[in-house]
T-cell receptor
Framework: DGGITQSPKYLFRKEGQNVTLSCEQNLNHDAMYWYRQDPGQGLRLIYYSQIVNDFQKGDIAEGYSVSREKKESFPLTVTSAQKNPTAFYLC?????????????FGQGTRLTVV | GQSLEQPSEVTAVEGAIVQINCTYQTSGFYGLSWYQQHDGGAPTFLSYNALDGLEETGRFSSFLSRSDSYGYLLLQELQMKDSASYFCAVSLLGDYKLSFGAGTTVTVRA
């Protein structure tokens, strides 16, 4: 089935460690996104990518890094520079260039830093 | 940047109608989308407006006024399963950036 997959679902890390969250899609979408969601809050854009080997900072990019080496994959690294990394991370994809504005979301990764 | 405002909470009874407003400030506005998210789950797409007017999809309708930088989501014949958070999101012209509002929590009571 087509979809967007995030792994792992739950992730625990010690403070000061970098951690990489996986996001894979088989929808042939050009655009991919990473959002952060804190309890009771909205979705804040971290990074987005419109095409392979290109990405742009969102509203809260500090302390995060991404890569887009393949169309299907858009991993997010939470670095030790991110001061408050504990949150729910959502990955999404869409294909605006093909006239579709609908974004499809993965099930999310809940990161806890202790 | 982009700025979106929507009410934080709405409570209504089963069978009622709820309207969730969204006002936005952005340059290069292209369209307004709505998403539903149940607690702990992934957001799912509900509707999209690029032109002024009303779009109807079953019990849910969405409206846009570009001149007023305003839109709303109308939930009709509310059901208990409609208890969730609802987000508006803006798309930009010539850019794939998709920015979300803080969300409105809808609680449906029996």
């Amino acid at each position: 089935d087509g979809g967007i997959t995030q792994s792992p679902k739950y992730l625990f890390r010690k403070e000061g460690q970098n951690v990489t969250l996986s996001c894979e899609q088989n929808l042939n979408h050009d655009a991919m996104y990473w959002y952060r969601q804190d309890p009771g809050q909205g979705l804040r854009l971290i990074y987005y990518s419109q095409i392979v080997n290109d990405f742009q900072k969102g509203d809260i990019a500090e302390g995060y890094s991404v890569s887009r080496e393949k169309k299907e994959s858009f991993p997010l690294t939470v670095t030790s520079a991110q001061k408050n990394p504990t949150a729910f991370y959502l990955c999404a994809s869409s294909s605006p260039g093909q006239g579709s504005t609908e974004a499809f979301f993965g099930q999310g990764t809940r990161l806890t830093v202790v | 940047g982009q700025s979106l405002e929507q009410p934080s909470e709405v409570t209504a009874v089963e069978g009622a109608i709820v309207q969730i407003n969204c006002t936005y400030q952005t340059s290069g506005f292209y369209g307004l989308s709505w998403y539903q998210q149940h607690d702990g789950g992934a957001p799912t797409f509900l509707s999209y407006n690029a032109l002024d007017g009303l779009e109807e999809t079953g019990r849910f309708s969405s409206f846009l006024s570009r001149s007023d930088s305003y839109g709303y989501l109308l939930l009709q014949e509310l059901q208990m399963k409609d208890s969730a958070s609802y987000f508006c999101a803006v798309s930009l012209l010539g850019d794939y950036k998709l920015s979300f509002g803080a969300g409105t929590t809808v609680t449906v009571r029996a």
